[in-house]
């Protein structure tokens, strides 16, 4: 089983911060089927037209994880929560194009319930993994395309370093219509009670394996 550890940096100034973990295993992952194209493309359409009348800052989600950054330091109008960024895309009318299954339904989640997700390849990861604060040398190339260093930044690691983050997630791990196995992560709102996030975590695990079969090995929350 994997374990993930949060960091005392951390926990020290966010008690309640908290994690959502599932691993997939025996997945396939395709062209999203129209069903879920659909189903993102309307949403997107609902959000814009919810974004037109108010700011995203009255999205609690948004709100939040803002607050979340502040606390640690991290500026979230120079580094965005992913989740922000997609609903800044939507507001434009720039809407999200079609992408691998596993990713168009990872966006889906993140826009559902207001919080950044992480969607990695399994066997790219090695050992354990850690959430906690970028120190120096730690960056990798993002899924943006683009140089990341995430020094001071949240982040996730294994023992080859960091890969994952709530801003943007590195291409080393990345999924693909390879990948059969897969690690799904949920930053979760650290006001979301337990009994709310396990509620959360196995709505995700059960609609994930609608779409891409497979079963789930793990579906847990982290905390301190």
Sequence with gaps: ????????????????????????????????????KGRLQFFQETLQMELDEKELTEFPGVKEWREVFKTLKIDPSKYRPSHEALLRRIKKGNFLPSL?????????????????????DRTKLKGNLSVKLGQEGDSYEGVNGRYNDMKGK????????PFGSPIVDSKRTSVSELTTSAIQLIYLKPSMEVAEAEQLV???????????????????????
Aim: aromatic share 10%; glycine share 6%; no cysteine.
């Design 154 to 161: 949240l982040i996730t690691t294994d023992q080859l370093g």
């Design 1 to 36: 089983m994997l374990t993930v550890q949060i960091d005392p940096s951390i926990t020290s100034v966010i008690p309640t911060f908290k994690l959502g973990l599932i691993s997939y295993h025996s997945i396939v992952i395709s062209d999203s089927p129209q069903m879920l």
């Design 100 to 120: 691998p299954s596993a990713v168009d339904l990872n966006t889906f989640f993140s826009l559902q319930y207001q919080v950044p997700f992480g969607i990695y």
């Design 202 to 224: 196995q709505a995700v695990a059960s609609m994930f394996t609608q779409v891409h079969g497979g079963e789930v090995l793990q579906a847990s929350v982290i905390n301190s």
